[in-house]
């Protein structure tokens, strides 16, 4: 894969508007945290604009285009990267892409860069809290990282990828069975109709030696507990738990 980053306009500026959450200093914020350092700015800025807003803005473009982009590239990353990593069969290596490939992790990531804070979203869907919705921000991390694609070809994407996604996948394959319980647990409960799970943590111990309990909610009832040294496992935990729960 290569990208026409080298025939973009190297001195295209970040634009200002006063008050934007796409504003040149905040969009430098965002380019810190994923890792990049754009050539044109425009591909960020549309990166952060959500259709809702552009149908308040006229002649804006939405991330829509970069999300489609940057999901292709973050399919072929993840390949990539799994397929080098683990010496697994390819039902694992599919198991292991879809851990981090999907709405519920990437929409964690993208909280980890607060991407969130940056999006452009329409009156309306900010009311609604779309800052904080999976199925937005986990669009809104693919079009960064279409963006950064565009800006910077395949080499900065895959950069990115490994940066920011590949440390939620497991360090080895003896993991990978118990790794996705989170996204399974998520696909059983919206096939029985069921809210999304809610996970709620809490830690006990010194900053250097910290032990995590998560518990899993769905529709307000408490299906499974966790602990863990890191938040991350806790959360598995308790997910397995609340999988046997609710097959």
């Known amino acids: 894969m290569s990208g026409p980053g080298a025939d973009r306009d190297a001195t295209a500026a970040a634009p200002d508007r006063a008050g934007d959450p796409a504003s040149p200093a905040s969009l430098g914020e965002l380019a810190e945290r994923v890792g990049h350092r754009f050539h044109d700015w425009r591909l960020l800025e549309q990166a952060v604009s959500h259709r809702s807003w552009c149908a308040e803005t006229p002649g804006a473009l939405s991330n829509e285009r970069l999300e489609f982009l940057g ?12 397929y080098h990593r683990y010496q ?27 991407l969130g804070r940056h999006l452009r979203l329409g009156r309306g869907e900010a009311a609604a809290g779309g800052a904080d919705k999976s199925s937005i921000l986990s669009d809104a991390f693919e079009a960064v990282l279409g963006a950064v694609y565009l800006d910077g070809g395949a080499p900065a994407a895959f950069a990115m990828v490994e940066r920011l996604v590949v440390p939620r996948m497991p360090d080895s394959a003896d993991l990978i069975a118990q790794f996705d319980q989170k996204t399974e647990l998520q696909e059983l409960v919206a096939r ?43 959360e598995q935990v308790a997910a397995r738990q609340a999988c046997r729960a609710v097959s």
């Open 71 to 82: 999901d292709a590239v973050l399919g072929w990353a993840i390949a990539d990267l799994v």
């Open 88 to 114: 697994v069969a390819e039902g694992q290596l599919t198991d292991l892409r879809k851990s981090v490939v999907n709405a519920t992790a990437l929409a964690e990531v993208a909280d980890e860069i607060q």
């Open 192 to 234: 029985q109709g069921r809210g999304a799970p809610v996970y709620e943590l809490s830690s006990t111990g010194p900053d250097h030696d910290k032990t995590f309990e998560a518990q899993v909610l769905v529709d307000g009832e408490v299906l499974g507990v966790g602990v863990g040294r890191s938040k991350k496992a806790a």
